[in-house]
């Protein structure tokens, strides 16, 4: 059984920053693409970024700049450095990763920015 935990949410100001992580466990054999999506209160879920397993990146268009995506593969992690976070980011939170033949979604994590 395969289980993907985020962490790092929480209140910020605006301007500031926060790191979220995502921990894959279980019966791991490989890990494909990795990402993060959000969605906020009303909205669709959208992607905020992704990493393939060769380190290409995308980023949606409002995160560009601000937001960058990494993974320790080794750790079976992935994380999204958010800095100069808006209220606009407010949103919960999730990751995904294709592991083996298969999707999977962490349960998300909320990001509050309000000053």
């Known amino acids: 059984q395969v289980q993907l935990v985020e962490s790092g949410g929480g209140l910020v100001q605006p301007g500031g920053s926060l790191r979220l992580s995502c921990a894959a466990s279980?019966?791991?054999?490989?890990?494909?693409?990795m990402g993060w999506y959000r969605q906020a209160p009303g909205k669709e879920r959208e992607l905020v970024a992704r990493?393939?397993?060769?380190?290409?990146?995308n980023y949606g268009d409002s995160v560009k700049g601000r937001f960058t995506i990494s993974r320790d593969n080794a750790k079976n992690t992935v994380y999204l450095q958010m800095n100069s976070l808006k209220p606009e980011d407010t949103a919960v939170y999730y990751c995904?990763?294709?592991?083996?033949?298969?999707?999977?979604w962490g349960k998300g994590t909320l990001v509050t920015v309000s000053s």
């Open positions: 990493i393939t397993s060769s380190g290409s990146t």
């Open positions: 279980g019966s791991i054999f490989g890990i494909y693409n």
């Open positions: 995904k990763m294709v592991i083996d033949d298969s999707m999977y």
